[in-house]
């Protein structure tokens, strides 16, 4: 049964309304209804209660229920349990919902136009917007990009990619309305990693920024994600493919030729470990506030979050995700052994959940990928939110000028070059 978190207020505020009502009754009135009501489910002589029981085909369509829940149950228990071969990227382009229309190589252009007002913080900004020709359709993507002036070497390239109910315009600080909190989740994340040297840029997700409750900020997303499943995509594979594009463009700028990071949390952090999986020019990847062995978060019936359970959450299940998609084989087909943090809160749910995940990694990562500071967990303190100090040191790290690069590190995994700071980093304790 999917969760309608909407019904669900509005039976809560209904059950009040009735609660009132009765305190509110004299006496007598109260005493009578009470009784009345007593006795709707008073016993008969035979020691049965007067409700009448459910017909037969009810009971035989729950019974039916029940027996195809086990199935699943069955399924899950055996696909988790199953050795997976290698990922290859074009099933990954194709699981993950990439047109097949976009496939081979599009024709991209890219436009920036200069923000009419500057920001109060001082970070000038272009807005971009991106068409990728793919056959005869044309697939639109934007945001906002901040290029570092070069008065100061440069950090890199970042993409920073913003979560639910959020937008580029806040995660740069320029929306602060009675819409949005100024210090929400993200924490301004954009605009700091901007004031700490890098160039970023940041992409627009579909989500609805302006709505309560949280219930619905998807609603949109999850409309677009059933139409794109009808002809062959899916809204992420739309949008990763699209920011894998419009990043490969702005790489192309004079000023940009430097490594590639991504920063994604939420949302943003599922889309960002997806363009690194899609895109074999990340140098460095940081997911925040998503990783956890999501098989059971999909499929199983006993997990608390079961994203199947929710109305608007279609977006997130993805055909064979158990078997083809789980973070352990992507990241061992399709990332490792290119730099990996993970960042959650100690008091997100998510906190234990990623635990085992990570154990699964570090068996895929060089033994030393720990002390190489390439695999890290971070557990922040406090809740589903941006922590960003350990993460930009990470960044900091991976995507300095000197160095190997994303495709270089492939055949130097766990190993320290001279190139490499040999001095210990504290940014892979996984508490701080």
């Given at each position: 049964m999917r969760i309608n978190w909407a019904l669900v207020s509005a039976l809560q505020l209904a059950a009040i309304a009735v609660f009132v009502g009765i305190l509110l009754l004299d006496d007598g009135t109260r005493d009578a209804l009470v009784a009345r009501l007593a006795s709707a489910t008073s016993q008969s002589p035979a020691g049965k209660t007067s409700v009448k029981p459910?017909?037969?085909?009810?009971?035989?369509?729950?019974?039916?229920?029940?027996?195809?829940?086990?199935?699943?149950?069955?399924?899950?228990?055996?696909?988790?349990?199953?050795?997976?071969?290698?990922?290859?990227?074009?099933?990954?382009?194709h699981?993950?919902?990439?047109?097949?229309?976009?496939?081979?190589?599009?024709?991209?252009?890219?436009?920036?136009?200069?923000?009419?007002?500057?920001?109060?913080?001082?970070?000038?900004?272009?807005?971009?917007?991106?068409e990728i020709h793919c056959e005869a359709a044309v697939l639109r993507a934007g945001g906002l990009l901040y290029l570092a002036d070069g008065t100061q070497p440069s950090r890199g390239l970042l993409?920073?990619?913003?979560?639910?109910?959020?937008?580029?315009?806040?995660?740069?600080g320029l929306e602060t309305d009675e819409h949005f909190d100024a210090d929400d989740y993200h924490h301004n994340f954009a605009l700091r990693a901007a004031k700490a040297g890098f160039s970023v840029y940041a992409p627009r997700i579909v989500t609805d920024p302006h709505l309560e409750p949280v219930s619905v900020f998807n609603k949109n997303r999850n409309e677009l994600d059933r139409r794109a499943e009808a002809l062959g995509a899916k809204l992420v594979g739309m949008e990763v493919f699209a920011i894998s594009k419009t990043v490969n463009e702005i790489r192309k700028?004079?000023?940009?030729?430097?490594?590639?990071?991504?920063?994604?949390?939420?949302?943003?952090?599922?889309?960002?470990?997806?363009?690194?999986?899609?895109?074999?020019?990340?140098?460095?990847?940081?997911?925040?506030?998503?990783?956890?062995?999501?098989?059971?978060?999909?499929?199983?019936?006993?997990?608390?979050?079961?994203?199947?359970?929710?109305?608007?959450a279609d977006y997130t299940i993805f055909r064979d995700y158990v078997t083809r998609l789980s973070d352990e084989l992507v990241v061992r087909s399709l990332i490792a052994?290119?730099?990996?943090?993970?960042?959650?809160?100690?008091?997100?749910?998510?906190?234990?959940?990623?635990?085992?995940?990570f154990r699964q990694l570090q068996s895929i990562y060089p033994p030393d990928?720990?002390?190489?500071?390439?695999?890290?967990?971070?557990?922040?303190?406090?809740?589903?939110?941006?922590?960003?100090?350990?993460?930009?040191?990470?960044?900091?790290?991976?995507?300095?000028?000197?160095?190997?690069?994303?495709?270089?590190?492939?055949?130097?995994?766990?190993?320290?070059?001279?190139?490499?700071?040999?001095?210990?980093?504290?940014?892979?304790?996984?508490?701080?």
């Amino acid at each position: 049964m999917r969760i309608n978190w909407a019904l669900v207020s509005a039976l809560q505020l209904a059950a009040i309304a009735v609660f009132v009502g009765i305190l509110l009754l004299d006496d007598g009135t109260r005493d009578a209804l009470v009784a009345r009501l007593a006795s709707a489910t008073s016993q008969s002589p035979a020691g049965k209660t007067s409700v009448k029981p459910d017909p037969a085909s009810w009971r035989s369509a729950q019974e039916l229920i029940e027996s195809d829940h086990r199935f699943l149950d069955s399924l899950l228990r055996g696909q988790m349990a199953s050795a997976q071969p290698e990922l290859e990227p074009a099933e990954f382009r194709h699981l993950i919902g990439v047109p097949k229309e976009c496939h081979g190589d599009p024709g991209v252009t890219v436009q920036l136009t200069p923000l009419a007002d500057k920001p109060a913080s001082g970070v000038p900004l272009q807005a971009v917007l991106a068409e990728i020709h793919c056959e005869a359709a044309v697939l639109r993507a934007g945001g906002l990009l901040y290029l570092a002036d070069g008065t100061q070497p440069s950090r890199g390239l970042l993409v920073a990619i913003h979560g639910t109910s959020s937008s580029p315009e806040q995660i740069f600080g320029l929306e602060t309305d009675e819409h949005f909190d100024a210090d929400d989740y993200h924490h301004n994340f954009a605009l700091r990693a901007a004031k700490a040297g890098f160039s970023v840029y940041a992409p627009r997700i579909v989500t609805d920024p302006h709505l309560e409750p949280v219930s619905v900020f998807n609603k949109n997303r999850n409309e677009l994600d059933r139409r794109a499943e009808a002809l062959g995509a899916k809204l992420v594979g739309m949008e990763v493919f699209a920011i894998s594009k419009t990043v490969n463009e702005i790489r192309k700028l004079d000023d940009l030729k430097q490594k590639t990071g991504v920063y994604g949390i939420s949302l943003g952090g599922m889309t960002a470990f997806y363009l690194a999986a899609l895109d074999q020019d990340i140098d460095a990847v940081v997911v925040s506030q998503w990783a956890e062995q999501r098989g059971p978060k999909l499929a199983s019936r006993d997990h608390k979050s079961a994203m199947w359970r929710y109305e608007q959450a279609d977006y997130t299940i993805f055909r064979d995700y158990v078997t083809r998609l789980s973070d352990e084989l992507v990241v061992r087909s399709l990332i490792a052994p290119r730099p990996l943090l993970y960042e959650v809160g100690s008091e997100d749910e998510r906190s234990e959940r990623v635990q085992p995940l990570f154990r699964q990694l570090q068996s895929i990562y060089p033994p030393d990928a720990g002390a190489d500071n390439r695999l890290c967990l971070v557990v922040g303190p406090g809740g589903h939110e941006i922590f960003f100090d350990k993460a930009i040191r990470f960044l900091e790290y991976w995507l300095r000028e000197s160095g190997t690069s994303g495709a270089a590190a492939a055949g130097s995994a766990g190993v320290q070059t001279g190139d490499q700071p040999s001095e210990a980093s504290d940014f892979c304790s996984q508490t701080g």
